[in-house]
């Protein structure tokens, strides 16, 4: 059976269209062979490592830890891994969910926008009432992001 923190992570790797190399270089002690080991379900990673994979896939913190605790682990050579895997078909665990490339780029722009920005936003998303409405203040927020961002 296949390793449920290792599946989620394999997939939110190519979701976000990085190689294990490039992820590699986005958290802290871990080569690209120790990304490969993990989706593998050879080795457990960190949950300081779960977390910087989650930032840079865009996936829920909460999803790779959760999926990490009900995991198993192929071999016990690795730090605190155990000897069986658990099962995964591709779903996500409880409490995640699958998000769209622009809504993980939201996501991005959000964590990087000042405080007054982001209560700006909530205010707009709690307010709207139609589609129309979030759309045109998405596209606004995303175009302010953008700006500031290239200055």
Known sequence: MANKVGNLIKKARKEAGLTQDQLSRKVKGASASDIG?????EI???NDQL???AKATGVTQKSLLDAAASSSYKNSTSS?????ASSSSGTTSKGSMKVSTTERRLVELYRKADSDTKKKVMDMLKKS????A???GLG????SA???LTK
Request: glycine share 10%.
């Open 146 to 148: 953008i700006g500031m």
């Open 37 to 41: 080991k993990a989706e593998r379900g």
């Open 134 to 136: 979030i759309s045109e």
């Open 51 to 53: 977390k910087q994979i």
């Open 80 to 84: 605190g891994s155990s000897s069986s």
């Open 44 to 46: 457990r990673l960190t």
């Open 140 to 143: 606004s927020l995303i175009e």
């Open 129 to 132: 009432e139609t589609v129309d």
